[in-house]
Each structure stands twice: as C-alpha cells, then as structure tokens.
C-alpha cells in the first residue's frame, strides 16, 4: 500500500486462532487494518497482529451485547467505511464435556446428533454461527455500502452432508449460512457490496476432531488444507480480483466434496 492509498479495513469475527488467525496475518501484510472479535478480552499473549485498539469483546451468544459491539464497531469506523466483514466465528457443543469450540471447528470429540443436542444448545449455536451473521451486516450496511465492500460468510463441508465430528447443529447452522449468502448477495448487490461464502473441508488447526486424520483418503489431495490456504481464498473475496463475484460459494476441501 501506498503512502497515498486508502487503508482498507476488515472486521473479522472468530479471529485468535486457526482461519480466523491466518486470516488476519493475510490482510495485515497486504496493509490492511483488521479490527478482532471474540468472547474474550485482548489477551496479553495475543497470538494475532492487532493491537487492543483494535479487538471488540462480544458474546455473539447474545443478540443484545451483538448489536453493543456493531454501535462500538460503527465508532471505530472513522471515515464511515467497512471494506470488508469476515463472519468465522462459530461455536459446535461437544459430547463430552469441556468449553464449546470457537472459530470454524468441526465439532468436539463425540458427536451430538439431533437426539442428543439440548434446546438450549441449538439456540446458541444459531445466534452465534447464524444470526450474529444477519446482526452484523445489517448493522454495517452503511459503512459497508460507503466503500463498496464485500461480505464473506464461513460455513463448512458439514452444511452439505451429515459428518462424522461434526454435530447437528453445527452442520444444520452452516447449510442455513449457505442459503443466507445467497439472499444477502441479492439484497446488498444493489448497494454495491458483494457477499459470498467459503465452505472449508478438513482443515489442520489446533481444533481439530481425534480420527480426523482417518478422513485424508477419502480426500483426492490425500492431505488436509492449511488456515492460510483458506485464508488465501477469503482475501480472494475481499478484493477487487473478485469483483463480479457474488452470491458463490466456494469449496475449500482438496476435492472432498465430489
């Protein structure tokens, strides 16, 4: 970026750790700045390139402290432009006990199937890996309309298939995400902001379901996709490279899904 060129700006959801991770180093070194959100405070041993002047707490959990953090964001936002909105994070209960897994997993160690997931736990998964989705970029229609932004939504290879990590409610959440990209590239294409989905496979992070590994043969690369693979495509997306590009959804699974 040139000294006289406008600083674009990313809002990124789900961003310390895996994709969300190696999503904000690849817009950080092409000179963007990368505004974080999580359910935590910054950390000190922040693993990401932000600094706390740019990370926003939010319970995506919680539709009322949502619409807080969009009012913080929309402050934030000096000039009154958003180039880009990011919606990773996402949370997918475990059978076994422990904390829910944020940021793009693929489920906990036992699966919960229809049976087996509490009301309350499909309340929650949808308000944070759905309608957080609908509160954010309604929220930042403006500022996103103001820099002709783009929108790009996280769902999974799960949203198309019953997967063997992955519980219902994480899976029927991200089929729900595919066909809200859809009507949300018709609502906001007139304004000028193009909304478009990335739908990642097995992907190697920290996150990752014991067995996983048994999947790779059924994968024509026969290996597992990188968090800066994915977050190659998500800046595809971001950029005037794919400015005819919207409503799409693109499959990041190393040929898994044919």
Known sequence: ???????????????????????????????????????????????????PEDHIQVDLADPADTLRAVGEMRERLKDGKLHALVNNA??????????????????????????????????AVFEVNFF????LAKGLRDELARAHGAIVNVTSIAGSRVHPFAGSA?????????????EMAA???????RVNAIAPGEIDTAILSPGTEKLIEA????R????????????YLCTEQSSYVTGAELHINGGQHV
């Open 219 to 222: 994968i024509p690369m026969r």
């Open 1 to 51: 970026m040139t000294s006289n060129e406008e600083q674009r700006t990313l809002i990124l959801t789900g961003a310390s750790r895996g994709i969300g991770h190696a999503t904000v180093k690849r817009f950080s070194s092409a000179g963007w700045r990368v505004i974080t959100c999580s359910r935590h405070a910054f950390p000190e041993n922040c693993p990401w390139a932000a600094g």
């Open 132 to 135: 957080s989705t609908v509160w």
């Open 90 to 123: 996402a949370i997918s209960p475990k059978g076994s006990g422990g904390d829910d897994v944020v940021g793009g997993g693929e489920g906990g160690e036992v699966r919960l199937d229809t049976l087996a997931t509490t009301m309350e736990a499909w309340r």
């Open 170 to 182: 994480y899976a029927t959440s991200k089929a729900a995400l595919a066909a809200l990209t859809r």
């Open 187 to 193: 609502d906001f294409g007139p304004l000028g902001v």
């Open 224 to 235: 597992l996709g990188l968090p800066e693979e994915v977050a190659k495509a998500i800046y």
